[in-house]
């Protein structure tokens, strides 16, 4: 007779590639998701089971990033930045037209490449100034701008205007915690502002719309405004203790566009109010306490940039989608962090988890 092994000891070794912390985390996000996308999608017939398979493969792609050592990561970083740039001159030249943006290709299937840079840019640029350790001068942060520059104007030309702002932003936070100045900062911060007149010229109609919509939401209630203003009514009348799950009368009744995706947060406001928010909130802040961390202890510039960067990326995602659902930022497609239905992000988002988790485990293996 065959004696069956238990199913436990044969599952426990693969689990330890995650990170306890972050990977409890994740899960209990994915799951506050998954509860809110239920009630949110109940229109959209097999969009939790859609969903479960979304999160699947990107916990697939999580483990697999967690097993691959940070060394191995540096080495693709040339490759995998290449490759990407190249996709995007691709898409600028014959790649797909929807909704009067050219931001797909298909290759077999179609994918949106400018996802790809999410990654591939803080890759890129830690490993640009890990070579460059120790001889890191305003010639280096030069070359890296430059590095950054080229990506974000091929998506913002798509045009992706949300996509080429969490890209720059990604690249920015390796430029920063690799030592620029704050002086730097401050001429930049400063020398954009005075160009806003001339960047409000180059921006198209539909980008113009939204932030005057952010303005005045009321001047166009039933078109351009709609969003805002359906949004931060869910959003306030949760109240205290929200309406109770399943009980959301703005996504019920279809008032909230998009309720799945990036406005998936205020479906979750209007059905567990203030407390619910606070408790997101701080599942929030524990990721990114957790990568904060996990950053601090990494032991070589790479993996220190890398993870630093990446964290600061699921904070960018999460204050951007919350800030557009509550009113105080323009609309952008932006979808909110291990909640909002979809593969593509969802996939990225993964996969930036998993590099964390791999520069955590490599770096305690080597102490050990």
Avoid: C
């Avoid at 790649?95 to 298909?106: C, M, Q, S, T």
């Avoid at 989608?321 to 990225?348: E, K």
């Amino acid at each position: 007779m065959i004696e069956r092994r238990p199913l436990w000891p044969r599952i426990k070794p693969l689990l330890t590639v995650f990170d306890g912390p972050l990977a409890l985390i994740i899960f209990l996000i994915v799951s506050v998701g998954l509860v809110t996308l239920y009630s949110a999608g109940i229109d959209f017939p097999g969009r939790v089971e859609d969903q479960l398979r979304n999160i699947l493969i990107a916990f697939i792609v999580m483990w697999i990033a967690a097993t691959v050592p940070p060394q191995t990561l540096m080495r693709f970083a040339v490759p995998i930045y290449s490759f990407g740039i190249a996709l995007l001159i691709a898409v600028a030249v014959f790649g797909l037209v929807k909704k009067g943006a050219r931001r797909w290709i298909n290759l077999g299937i179609v994918i949106q490449p400018s996802e790809i840079m999410k990654i591939a840019m803080p890759l890129m640029l830690a490993w640009f100034f890990q070579k460059r350790e120790g001889m890191i001068r305003w010639t280096e942060f030069l070359v890296a701008a430059v590095l950054l520059a080229i990506p974000v104007a091929l998506i913002a030309r798509q045009p992706d205007l949300g996509t080429a702002l969490l890209v720059l932003a990604a690249g920015f936070y390796v430029i920063f915690l690799a030592g620029l100045s704050w002086k730097v900062i401050a001429g930049l911060f400063v020398t954009v502002a005075a160009s806003l007149p001339v960047l409000w010229t180059v921006l198209h109609d539909y980008q113009r719309q939204r932030v005057m919509m952010l303005i005045d939401p009321t001047s166009d209630p039933l078109g351009k405004g709609f969003h805002i203003i359906q949004s931060t009514i869910a959003v306030g009348s949760g109240g205290l203790f929200g309406k109770g799950w399943l009980k959301g009368t703005q996504a019920h009744l279809e008032f909230i566009p998009e309720r799945t995706t990036d406005f998936i947060f205020a479906v979750y406001s209007e059905e567990f109010g203030l407390v619910g928010n606070l408790v997101l909130l701080t599942l929030y802040m524990l990721l990114i306490s957790r990568g904060l961390v996990i950053a601090a202890n990494a032991p070589t510039v790479f993996t220190r940039l890398l993870a630093g960067a990446i964290t600061m990326i699921f904070f960018t995602y999460a204050f951007v989608n919350m800030g557009m659902v509550s009113g105080i930022l323009p609309v952008v497609g932006v979808p909110l962090p291990f909640m909002s239905y979809g593969g593509t992000a969802l996939v990225t988002l993964g996969l930036g988890a998993g590099i964390l988790m791999s520069i955590q485990r490599h770096r305690t293996l080597v102490q050990s």
